[in-house]
């Protein structure tokens, strides 16, 4: 086993799923500079985040954060965006892209970062029995400490404009944009960063999922390799999502803006070496 | 008043899914991983394997679910989703 490796994708892993992020953007160039070939890199950052992504999907489940009309509604428009922006890749320059991607991180994170305090508060009306997704609605109840907090994603229009864009940006760079996705959700559609960041990891796996299907497909997955990322993956996503389960929603949301920071700070650090 | 569709029943049953998947997989990928025999070679396939489709099965269920349950808007956009990630999926295998 690559020690290496393993090490690198449970610690990717866990970011990725504490934050919603995916952390394939942290993996992939982590892995180059430790002597994996970039060719080699990218399946296996979409292997990291399919496998955190099933790691995390029992506590978020068990624990009623994930609301998957949300997930499902936004990934069709970010997916639609990225099969665009996979087919025109190559229309934008590498570095330009890289720039765009580190300033949308920065942005992303400042957003987030600025804002204080609890923005949805339990609703003392609410019980038990009121958890869980409206049906034909992208709204819900979910259980914070002894309360339930109800949301409902607003701004739709602009959400989906961002979302669009956050999919054809990832498909033009070839990431799963799970770090733009998170912030979107929690700061344009004001839904509760915990439910943002564990939507978006269910969200992230399904896009992985599919860039898997078709690696495999043009042989292009190290089967070895791939299995040792999925070993770290695996513990990392339980951690990270155990983690995530752990913090109020401030300390959340401050956590998923300084990984944003790194986010943009390894994406400067990319395209000042392109 | 929305319904409130209840986060168990079948979401039960894809979190109960998505743990055996979760640890049959680590068990598969950990083979995979020390072993570089067939056998290891075997077990780090069936691994990935299990981390490709689990996301997409997971997908399918709650389009089965919402379909009998009657929410119909959010079945059709499920049912959007898998179509556009494989016919991505197929568009990029294609172009290789």
Redesign the interface.
Same mark, same amino acid.
């Given at each position: 086993?690559n020690w290496a490796e393993?090490a690198l994708s449970l610690l990717t892993a866990c970011v990725g799923s504490l934050g919603g992020l995916g952390g394939a953007i942290l993996l992939v160039p982590l892995l180059v500079i430790t002597g994996t070939p970039p060719r080699s890199a990218a399946p296996l950052g979409l +292997?990291s985040v399919?496998?955190g992504?099933?790691?995390a999907?029992?506590r978020h489940? /068990?624990e009623?954060t994930v609301n998957? /009309?949300l997930g499902? #509604?936004t990934?069709?428009i970010a997916?639609?965006g990225?099969?665009v922006g $996979?087919?025109a890749s190559g229309l934008a320059g590498d570095r330009l892209l890289t720039v765009v991607l580190a300033a949308v991180a920065l942005a992303a994170a400042l957003l987030g970062g600025r804002r204080k305090g609890i923005r949805n508060l339990p609703d003392p009306r609410l019980g038990p029995?009121?958890?869980?997704?409206?049906?034909?609605?992208l709204?819900?109840?979910y259980p914070l400490g002894d309360g339930y907090v109800p949301y409902r994603a607003e701004r739709l229009a602009v959400a989906s404009t961002l979302f669009a864009s956050a999919g054809l940006l990832a498909g033009l760079a070839g990431a799963s944009g799970g770090f733009i996705k998170t912030p979107t959700t929690s700061e344009v559609m004001k839904v509760p960063v915990r439910v943002a960041a564990a939507t978006t990891t269910?969200t992230v796996? +399904?896009? $992985?999922?599919?860039?898997?299907?078709?690696y #495999?497909?043009?042989g292009r +997955?190290d089967? /070895?390799a791939? #299995?040792?990322v999925?070993?770290g993956s695996?513990?990392g996503g339980?951690l990270g999502a155990s983690i995530q389960s752990r913090l109020s929603p401030v300390g959340v949301r401050r956590v998923v803006s300084v990984l944003l920071v790194v986010v943009a700070v390894a994406l400067t650090a990319k395209a000042v070496k392109q | 008043v929305s319904v409130v569709d209840r986060t168990d029943g079948s979401l039960g049953t894809i979190g109960r899914l998505s743990h055996i998947a979760s640890w049959a997989a680590f068990l598969a990928a950990f083979i995979g991983a020390i072993s570089d025999s067939g056998v290891g070679r075997v077990c780090a396939t069936v691994a990935l394997t299990l981390i490709a489709v689990a996301p997409l099965a997971r997908v399918a269920l709650l389009v089965t679910r919402w379909r009998r349950i009657g929410d119909l808007v959010f079945c059709a956009l499920g049912a959007g989703l898998l179509t556009v990630v494989g016919a991505g999926a197929l568009i990029a295998a294609m172009r290789g």
């Open positions: 086993m393993f +292997v399919a496998s992504s099933l790691a999907a029992e489940l /068990r009623q998957h /009309r499902v #509604a990934e069709l997916s639609t990225a099969v $996979a087919i029995e009121d958890i869980g997704e409206h049906v034909g609605t709204a819900g109840v269910f796996g +399904v896009t $992985a999922a599919a860039g898997l299907l078709v #495999a497909l043009q +997955v089967a /070895r791939a #299995a040792t999925c070993c695996l513990i339980r | -």
